[in-house]
């Protein structure tokens, strides 16, 4: 067990961490050959860091974020913006499922301790993509909810609020360093788990338990290997 002691809760991020997030895949498919293959990979970074941008000032409609970060990288790339554009991106994500594996790994780790959902999508997406992982969720609790997006300090304080606990009573895991991890560690949340996905870098010293395939999460909490 890598933990000293059984947590009240364990926190997810979503999207990303259990959810395949193929935002990225939905723009090129949306803007088809509107989007220069050229400049499509530099195009797709900044959008990602525009949406992060986005999401750090005041609370606004998922669907608003998803428009005001195209409508900023299209204009950087000098790219003829379309409000549909972002509308149909956005309506393609209530249809994305679980990365492999994570639907046993949830069910799997339930038995030992309750599991919440802490995401960045709106309420009605949330109830969809929840659904998607046919995982026993005890709390979901959405950006809507919160008044704010990760990786905004506030996003983990209301949490903690919700949930009744100290940040050292849960145990927080997400895909997302930039979004999730740096927060949770800023909020003294100690014990936290880095699900490597690949898309962005191992940031080791924010003290957290590393893996790279989501059987050996339930592992880490004193769970049998299947």
């Not at 204009?75 to 994305?96: C, N």
């Not at 959902?117 to 809507?144: C, G, K, M, W, Y």
């Not at 940040?167 to 740096?182: F, N, Q, T, W």
């Not at 699900?195 to 880490?220: C, K, M, N, S």
Request: with cysteine.
């Amino acid at each position: 067990m890598a933990f000293d002691s059984k947590p009240k809760f364990v926190t997810f991020d979503m999207n990303g961490t259990l959810i395949q997030f193929r935002i990225n895949d939905a723009i090129r498919r949306v803007l088809g050959d509107r989007l220069p293959p050229e400049i499509a990979d530099a195009f797709l970074r900044t959008g990602n860091a525009y949406r992060i941008d986005e999401c750090m000032g005041e609370w606004k409609p998922f669907h608003r974020i998803v428009a005001c970060s195209m409508e900023r990288t299209m204009r950087r790339f000098g790219l003829e913006y379309r409000e549909s554009d972002a509308r149909a991106v956005y309506d393609e994500i209530p249809g994305w499922g679980p990365y492999p594996g994570v639907t046993e790994a949830l069910t799997r780790l339930a038995e030992a301790v309750p599991l919440v959902i802490v995401t960045n999508t709106d309420n009605a997406h949330a109830s969809r993509l929840v659904e998607n992982l046919q995982a026993p969720f005890e709390v979901v609790i959405t950006a809507e909810q919160m008044g704010v997006y990760k990786p905004r300090l506030a996003a983990f304080e209301y949490t903690l609020d919700k949930l009744g606990v100290t940040p050292g009573e849960i145990v927080h895991v997400s895909a997302s360093p930039k979004y999730d991890l740096r927060p949770a560690a800023v909020m003294g949340i100690e014990h936290k788990v880095y699900v490597d996905r690949g898309f962005e870098q191992d940031e080791h010293w924010l003290g957290y338990e590393r893996i790279t395939d989501i059987a050996d999460l339930p592992v880490l909490f004193g769970l049998p290997h299947p």
